[in-house]
T-cell receptor, first 115, second 113 residues
Framework: AQTVTQSQPEMSVQEAETVTLSCTYD???????LFWYKQPPSRQMILVIR??????QNATENRFSVNFQKAAKSFSLKISDSQLGDTAMYFC????????????FGGGTRLMVKP | ETGVTQSPTHLIKTRGQQVTLRCSSQ?????VSWYQQALGQGPQFIFQ???????GRGNFPPRFSGLQFPNYSSELNVNALELDDSALYLC????????????FGPGTRLTVL
């Protein structure tokens, strides 16, 4: 079974600054996907960024980028130029390549962007 | 393109009752997954349906059951409600043969008294 751990329950950052959210995971699988999801106060979960484990290059999506360290089983999310709209719960999630799209989530990090 | 929708938005039940939650998948998606999100926690996988068949199940008892219909909409049924069933129930749809992205609905907030 897979486990996903987010060790930072809450974080805050000033607007326009950079913040990094941490995530570690445990699995015996070699092929898998990792995700960061954002859940704003309105509740709808939105995909922020995705990483395929077989890709060595770190994924980037505009202001969002990841640091994927496969050997260390670490998958952190960096948010650059933080905006007030980034305030949300952020969840790290794992999906086994051969298990459909079933996601295992971490406990989440509440991010507050301050003006 | 219509996104994932869920109904009702909120629901209050008493212990021992039964509840049905509904999900309408995003257009073209043939896979639906259900997740339970307790307050302050990450979502937990309940089960997944692919082309009307259960395709995987998490660590939930049999009183949690589901259906997927030919139009790929879905229901989550919970019998003999317990206080711990109080949570946000999320539905997510995807195209299983595609690139593994799931699209979530806004959720149904269930309160069991």
């Amino acid at each position: 079974a897979q486990t996903v751990t987010q060790s930072q329950p809450e974080m805050s950052v000033q607007e326009a600054e950079t913040v990094t959210l941490s995530c570690t995971y445990d699995t015996s699988e070699s092929n898998y996907y990792l995700f960061w999801y954002k859940q704003p106060p309105s509740r709808q979960m939105i995909l922020v960024i995705r990483q395929e484990a077989y890709k060595q290059q770190n994924a980037t999506e505009n202001r969002f980028s990841v640091n994927f360290q496969k050997a260390a089983k670490s998958f952190s999310l960096k948010i650059s130029d933080s905006q007030l709209g980034d305030t949300a719960m952020y969840f790290c999630a794992f999906s086994n390549y051969n298990a459909g799209n079933m996601l295992t989530f971490g406990g989440g990090t509440r991010l507050m962007v301050k003006p | 393109e219509t996104g994932v929708t869920q109904s009702p938005t909120h629901l209050i039940k008493t212990r021992g009752q039964q509840v049905t939650l509904r999900c309408s998948s995003q257009s073209g998606h043939n896979t639906v997954s259900w997740y339970q999100q307790a307050l302050g926690q990450g979502p937990q996988f309940i089960f997944q349906y692919y082309r009307e068949e259960e395709n995987g199940r998490g660590n939930f008892p049999p009183r949690f059951s589901g259906l997927q219909f030919p139009n790929y909409s879905s229901e989550l049924n919970v019998n003999a409600l317990e206080l711990d069933d109080s949570a946000l129930y999320l539905c997510a749809s995807s195209l299983i043969l595609a690139d593994n992205e799931q699209f979530f609905g806004p959720g149904t907030r269930l309160t069991v008294l």
